[in-house]
T-cell receptor, first 112, second 111 residues
Framework: ETGVTQSPTHLIKTRGQQVTLRCSSQSGHNTVSWYQQALGQGPQFIFQYYREEENGRGNFPPRFSGLQFPNYSSELNVNALELDDSALYLC???????????FGSGTRLTVV | QQPVQSPQAVILREGEDAVINCSSSKALYSVHWYRQKHGEAPVFLMILLKGGEQKGHEKISASFNEKKQQSSLYLTASQLSYSGTYFCGTPETHYGQNFVFGPGTRLSVLP
């Protein structure tokens, strides 16, 4: 079975720009969650999608938005980038009746 | 509100044991444990459910005290491969939504 894949692996953007990060969930998984992980900290929950609907949201501003597609892949969009958005963005998927989340390797976003 | 973990860091020699604790001021519906090695994705180790059910790694054990809202991860006879940062996590709702992680415990196993 394929795992969770994220693209791109690294990205450098300028403050004020917009960015789209992509995630392909593990085969058979219908739930995708996105996390922001700053250096030396635990992952912070951004939001979760279940069957194309947002199913929970953390304490992030509306400029963080997402989508889930019929094949359960997902996108994270961040508008008006700020320097503090620099972090590792992790995508995780899970399936009905399964336990635990499978994480992708992440996208390292640097905002300059 | 994210769980609290202790200790923040621990250094062991191969073969020694370690305990990592996780607690919350809110009700814990379930507790997950993950390990993240430097530069890699977190890897699922174990889930503890209400009622005592556990699912996960064969060589790692954990406990879950629902009343005290605490969980502990027990690493016995540690190996070099156990090095990494350990996170506990829990959903904020009964339906599994809004999953929050603790700040992590950095474990270093030395030869």
């Amino acid at each position: 079975e394929t795992g969770v894949t994220q693209s791109p692996t690294h990205l450098i953007k300028t403050r004020g720009q917009q960015v789209t990060l992509r995630c392909s969930s593990q085969s058979g998984h219908n739930t995708v969650s996105w996390y922001q992980q700053a250096l030396g900290q635990g992952p912070q929950f951004i939001f979760q999608y279940y069957r194309e609907e947002e199913n929970g949201r953390g304490n992030f501003p509306p400029r963080f938005s997402g989508l889930q597609f019929p094949n359960y892949s997902s996108e994270l969009n961040v508008n008006a980038l700020e320097l503090d958005d620099s972090a590792l963005y992790l995508c995780a998927s899970s399936g009905t009746g399964e336990y635990g989340y499978t994480f992708g390797s992440g996208t390292r976003l640097t905002v300059v | 509100q994210q769980p609290v973990q202790s200790p923040q860091a621990v250094i062991l020699r191969e073969g020694e044991d370690a305990v990592i604790n996780c607690s919350s001021s809110k009700a814990l519906y379930s507790v997950h444990w993950y390990r993240q090695k430097h530069g890699e994705a977190p890897v699922f180790l174990m889930i503890l459910l209400k009622g005592g059910e556990q699912k996960g790694h064969e060589k790692i054990s954990a406990s879950f005290n629902e009343k005290k809202q605490q969980s502990s991860l027990y690493l016995t006879a540690s190996q070099l491969s156990y090095s990494g940062t350990y996170f506990c996590g829990t959903p904020e709702t009964h339906y599994g939504q809004n999953f929050v992680f603790g700040p992590g415990t950095r474990l270093s196993v030395l030869p």
